[in-house]
């Protein structure tokens, strides 16, 4: 059976299931939400990975990620390919200045104050790779 994720190069992990690829590591810092429009906007400037349609992660994008079991080595509901970043901004806004971020220490999508946290982006793209 193959696996469902898939490392392309250093940079990029290919989810088979739903078509996504995804920056294998994170923002190096933590940033408020609002902040991660202008590190997406970077990372396409300078073409990361040699790609240049890099956006924000959906809500329902970034909680494909989440694991139903948490990998031992980690500690982590995510795969192991990825870096070890335990919270992720989504670019869904959640409305009266909160956004959603998955929680990969707890498995779960929760709302926070946009300005208030400092967390982590990590971008995504529509692959060509066909399921």
Known sequence: MDERFVLEGEG????KETSL????????????WKEGFSFIDQ????????????????KEELASLILAEENR???LYISPLFETQRNCWA????????AYYADFY??????????????FIRAVRTSEEKK
């Open 12 to 15: 990029v992990v290919l989810d």
């Open 91 to 98: 670019g869904t806004d959640a409305g009266h200045h909160k």
């Open 43 to 58: 990372l396409n400037r300078s073409q990361y990975a040699g790609y240049s349609d890099w956006r924000y992660p959906s």
């Open 73 to 75: 080595r980690t500690g």
């Open 21 to 32: 690829a995804w920056q294998r590591g994170a923002s190096a810092d933590r940033m408020v």
């Open 106 to 119: 707890y498995g779960e999508i929760y709302t926070m104050e946009d300005n208030y946290a400092n967390h």
